[in-house]
């Protein structure tokens, strides 16, 4: 079993910057895919970035150039530097870690953005 715990969530102005983290414990395989999902109110979860234990990254055409994803393998931890923030990114966002055999989820931390 692993346990994904998320931390950096906030409320920030349009333009500002969040740094989000997520520290996995447990029985971790070393080959696996890290990654943050984010669903507003009345929307679906959709996929915000992942990355790859191998260092391959993926992201919404929404963030492309104004956030990035990256991970520290060493300390089973994944991070999204959020910058530009826009109030269309207000949105739960949760942490994921899928390897072979399962798929594992955060319990979500909130970012606010003002207008």
């Known amino acids: 079993q692993v346990q994904l715990v998320e931390s950096g969530g906030g409320l920030v102005q349009a333009g500002g910057s969040l740094r989000l983290s997520c520290a996995a414990s447990?029985?971790?395989?070393?080959?696996?895919?890290m990654g943050w999902y984010r669903q507003a109110p009345g929307k679906q979860r959709d996929l915000v970035a992942d990355?790859?234990?191998?260092?391959?990254?993926n992201y919404a055409d929404s963030v492309k150039g104004r956030f990035t994803i990256s991970r520290d393998n060493a300390k089973n931890t994944v991070y999204l530097q959020m910058n530009s923030l826009k109030p269309e990114d207000t949105a739960v966002y949760y942490c994921?870690?899928?390897?072979?055999?399962?798929?594992?989820w955060g319990q979500g931390t909130q970012v606010t953005v003002s207008s």
């Open positions: 994921t870690l899928v390897d072979w055999n399962s798929n594992y």
């Open positions: 990355m790859t234990s191998g260092n391959t990254t």
């Open positions: 447990g029985r971790i395989f070393s080959f696996n895919t």
